[in-house]
Nanobody, 119 residues
Framework: QVQLVESGGGLVQPGGSLRLSCVAS????????TGWYRQAPGKQRELVARITPGGRINYADSVRGRFTISRDKPRNMVYLQMNSLKPEDTADYYC?????????????WGQGTQVTVSS
């Protein structure tokens, strides 16, 4: 069982920056893709950014060029640096890990951290 714990959310003005952090309970980056999803009120959860075990990165079109995902393998950490934040970035952000573990597809979620972009 993998546990993911996010931190770093909060209230920020438009144009500001935040960095979200997610720590995993084990060394998962070599076998699982890790990433960030978000869910705004009344909307479906959507992928924000993801990094595969091989280092391939995907971004949602809405955040490309403003957000950067990175990871620190020795510390089992994944980060989301968010710059030039917009009110439409307001959402609950969730850390995610997914991959094949012991032959089965496994997926884990953090509890979420709230990001509010408002003046």
């Amino acid at each position: 069982q993998v546990q993911l714990v996010e931190s770093g959310g909060g209230l920020v003005q438009p144009g500001g920056s935040l960095r979200l952090s997610c720590v995993a309970s084990g060394s998962i980056f070599s076998i699982m893709a890790t990433g960030w999803y978000r869910q705004a009120p009344g909307k479906q959860r959507e992928l924000v950014a993801r990094i595969t075990p091989g280092g391939r990165i995907n971004y949602a079109d809405s955040v490309r060029g403003r957000f950067t995902i990175s990871r620190d393998k020795p510390r089992n950490m994944v980060y989301l640096q968010m710059n030039s934040l917009k009110p439409e970035d307001t959402a609950d952000y969730y850390c995610n890990a997914a991959g094949i573990v012991a032959g089965d597809l496994s997926e884990y979620w953090g509890q979420g951290t709230q990001v509010t972009v408002s003046s």
